[in-house]
Structure formats: structure tokens, C-alpha cells
């Protein structure tokens, strides 16, 4: 069973601009990892942010985190051709297993 | 440094044969977890080993799956009698994290996408 929802499920937008993807889960978390995979590199962990933390940044990255709203958006700032990717978040459940979303297609048309 | 690597990167069954996938995870890295991904879709647990034991098998959809990791490092997969709905990408993970820290960065393989005929 998939725990986190990402959505949209598909999103499509020029290069240089932002784009904004967003995920809600259902169990009480330690922290929330966002993930990106492509063809050519696979599944690669892109930044952490733990359940006391509200908003995190890493590089063109800004992921925030709502616990009672138990959602959480990932932002990519000056989108690049390189960025075309799915994009996944994650969440430890109760068992201690890492439990994903379906993911969010990303697009970046040049 | 080398990253977690994975083979064979593609395998084409006929239903009814038996499978090994194989994962050989970072150097050093105490905990290893296989994920199942279907198309289009995130990855779904398997197992977890934490060095050579099995933490963790809840995750595996059926008694023909098998993992095992005997010395704590390399880490086979296999499928017994594999059927059409075993068709997915298999994706092995390792990390610094033992039980008691195992939130950390997970490293993923590149994954074994087996079809079934």
C-alpha cells in the first residue's frame, strides 16, 4: 500500500520556471525524503527534512513541511531540461518501512 | 566512489522459471532493503536486512519470494515459479543506518526490470 500522494500527477512547464509539487500522507512521521528518478541515473535521494522542521533548502531545491496538515511541496526554482524526472516523496510508517507515493512526472519543455 | 549496483539489468522470464536478481550494496553499508515498482507507480517495500540478518520479509508478496544476504553484503533476490504479475522493476537500496537509525539516506541501484512472459 502507498502511503504519501503526490500530486499533480503530471505537470509540463518551461524551462526557467518554477515548478511545485506537492505530497500528503497519512501516518505520523519522523521525517519526509523526497526522491527523483530518471532513466539515466535512477532513483536518487534529493533532500531530507525531519518532522520538527518547517522548510528546508538545498541548491535550487525548497521543500516545506506541514505536520498538521500532514502534507509537505517540494519546489524547483529556474527549472532545467535536466530536471525532466518523476518525483517521489517518502515517509517512515509505524513498521519502520519506507512508504512512497505514486510520484509526480515532471516536464521541462525547452 | 563505486554506488549500489544491480544485475542483470534485464530479465525476460517464461512464467513458471525461477529468477535470482543480485544487488551488491555501497561497501560498508549495514542495512539493504529491495523494493517492487510496478509501472508508473512508487516503489512498494520488500525486505530489510540489517548485515547479514533479516529484519524485515512483510513486504514480500508471496512465499516463492526469497531474499538473503549470507555475509552481509551482496544480497540475491529470488523468485520462484515467477508469474505475469511479478513484472516489475526490483530495486535493491543500501544505507549507513542500522535499526536504531535507520532513517538515512537510502542509495539505490539502477534496478532489474523483469518481465514475464
Known amino acids: 500500500s502507498q502511503q504519501g500522494e503526490e500530486d499533480p500527477q503530471a505537470l509540463s512547464i518551461q524551462e526557467g520556471e518554477n515548478a511545485t509539487m506537492n505530497c500528503s500522507y497519512k501516518?505520523?512521521?519522523?521525517?519526509l525524503q523526497w526522491y527523483r528518478q530518471n532513466s539515466g541515473r535512477g532513483l536518487v535521494h534529493l533532500i531530507l527534512?525531519?518532522?520538527n522542521e518547517r522548510e528546508k533548502h538545498s541548491g535550487r531545491l525548497r521543500v516545506t513541511l506541514d505536520t498538521s496538515k500532514k502534507s509537505s511541496s517540494l519546489l524547483i526554482t529556474a527549472s532545467r531540461a535536466a530536471d525532466t524526472a518523476s518525483y517521489f516523496c517518502?515517509?517512515?510508517?509505524?513498521?519502520?518501512?519506507?512508504?512512497w507515493g505514486a510520484g509526480t512526472k515532471l516536464i521541462i519543455k525547452p | 566512489g563505486a554506488g549500489v549496483s544491480q544485475s542483470p539489468r534485464y530479465k525476460v522470464a517464461k512464467r513458471g522459471q525461477d529468477v535470482a536478481l543480485r544487488c551488491d550494496p555501497i561497501?560498508?553499508?549495514?542495512?539493504l532493503f529491495w523494493y517492487q515498482q510496478a509501472l508508473g507507480q512508487g516503489p512498494e517495500f520488500l525486505t530489510y536486512?540489517?548485515?547479514?540478518?533479516?529484519?524485515?520479509k512483510s513486504g514480500l508478496p508471496s512465499d516463492r519470494f526469497f531474499a538473503e544476504r549470507p555475509e552481509g553484503s551482496v544480497s540475491t533476490l529470488k523468485i520462484q515459479r515467477t508469474q505475469q504479475e511479478d513484472s516489475a522493476v526490483y530495486l535493491c537500496?543500501?544505507?549507513?543506518?542500522?535499526?536504531?537509525?535507520?532513517?538515512?539516506?537510502?542509495?539505490f541501484g539502477p534496478g532489474t526490470r523483469l518481465t514475464v512472459l
Open positions: 501516518t505520523s512521521i519522523n521525517n
Open positions: 517518502a515517509v517512515w510508517d509505524s513498521n519502520y518501512q519506507l512508504i
Open positions: 537500496a543500501s544505507s549507513t543506518g542500522t535499526s536504531g537509525t535507520r532513517y538515512n539516506e537510502q542509495f
Open positions: 527534512i525531519r518532522s
Open positions: 536486512f540489517q548485515n547479514e540478518a533479516q529484519l524485515d
Open positions: 561497501s560498508g553499508h549495514v542495512s
